[in-house]
């Protein structure tokens, strides 16, 4: 069975029956779960304080699970960028541990990669995605396969159609506000030609447009071979934008750089979401509205066919990928 | 009579009826009041679009009158730092215009520093401040006071007090969100051993330790002389904080800087707003809950003595300070 322990890095789990249910499932799913003694600690809006967090992420990394699932988000990672022993979080991946989650976690994934180039995996947080009522009819699938090295792409519709994009290079990103935290600091993976992928939540279009500007300002758009835009949700509108909204944001970086931006990715602070392995080389393959991301046998991506006919809800985004290159679905 | 123009170089202005009463208002404060021509421009979110607004603020450098006043702030100056002819805006900053404004005019007045190390205002917006119900008993003063030449200094109180604090730097700051989106880019003013002055609006205290984690991440905050705090107002607290603030906030960041950070600067998105010259040359002193900061003759200000006891509400922050050092209220 694969080991898979939870930890919260981050924001504080209110209740304990939410993780207790994560943990039940997970382990239906076929883990051998483990929750690691300090996951529901309490301290102001932290999961214990700073100390505990730090010691509960060299604990997880000395035990080295096959995965790492943090129970939730929140803020947290940054305050313990300065003081973690990336060695031992790095050796950690490097043997096999895969660290797993979103939002937050963000940080502690580009961090790995900037001390380490280590490889960790976007991907569902244990609480927000599998303690709630309902599970997602793709996010557990996929989560499994990606735990078990199964998955190794996934195929998207784009809301708007491409000539034909061809591009290869490291997969990395997460949230937006969370990556863009990290610019001018030592956590920051100087990324060059590589694939950007990107989601945020409770942020305003031109909250959004900001930090993609500084992303362009700083050189680091024109510097990446394309792109992806998971989902940008749950920002109030407001009675002055008269026109100007996620679409139009997007038209105005797409003005400024070359490289191509790809809307659509299943991946953000939705329900359906798929699991990215964040800094592994991975190609990427667009072709009017299908898009595919490959990290595999990239070889056998480059030329895709598929007769999908599904609209951009990527109700179907983890793509359950064989090494054909074609949906299994 | 001093020529002062109102231009609007980011949100629009959604109602004249605030910019006329606000340019009336300047008449009455004694300026020569000019208001661009597509000062009420309306695209999207947007005083027109960026061609618009660019041509606006390239003409009143082309002006260069005494006082270049924005009506607002809102979103829309980082779309165009890149397009900016610096040498323009810096030549008229070089030759007597003041640029003034709050909030988004950050970008502006970081990148004048950054371009041409020219000096600016951050001090009020025409509309924001003098075009409501009411007046501010001290912000109308105290901006006339420093657009005339006259300010050489404030004084505040502290909101926690100090054994002696002492320092001289270049004055450089403004709002926090604004200020770290520069962070990597070309606009960024590498200010070594300043004192940095921040405030922000609609941010969780969360999101301002984050911000403010990131300018110490990346060294910023160790290379400053000090650091001071204006206003952090209109956030939403979250029953998740359980005894987190702003306070917890300050707390953290002293725990992790030598750098002595001053609360109480009646600066920010609040009523009573002291002008600061960016870019100047300033002395600092801080005794017990008395903060002073001066930038007009630094010899006579290190030691400084008076006996008001007012709170740190603020209420007379714009000193007016004689040379004397002392606040004639």
Partial sequence: MTSLTLFTPSGVVAKAAPL????????????????????????????GDDDLRLAALHRVAAQAPSVALATRGGYGLSRLLDRLDWKKLVHA????????GYSDMTALQLGLLAHGKAESWAGPLAVSDFGGDTLDEVTPDCFVEAMTGALEAVGFR???GFDGVEA???LWGGNLCVLNSLLGTPHWPKVKG?????????????????NLLQLHQAGVLDAQKAILLGSFTDFTK???DRGYSLKTVVAHLRSLTRTPIVTGLPYGHVATKVCLPVGRKASLAVQGRDAFLGWGTPHDHAHHGHDDTHGPDCGDGCGHVPSNGKRAR
Avoid: C, M
């Fill in 20 to 47: 207790r249910l994560a943990a039940k499932r997970l382990k239906g799913f076929g883990f051998d779960v483990s929750v690691d003694e300090s996951a529901l600690a309490k301290h102001q809006r932290f999961a």
């Fill in 93 to 100: 991946a490097e043997h096999g541990t895969r660290w797993v």
């Fill in 158 to 160: 784009t809301e708007d």
């Fill in 168 to 170: 290869k290079g490291t």
């Fill in 194 to 210: 590589g694939i950007l992928f990107l989601e945020d939540v409770n942020e305003h279009p031109y909250r959004i447009e900001r």
């Fill in 238 to 240: 407001s009675p002055l």
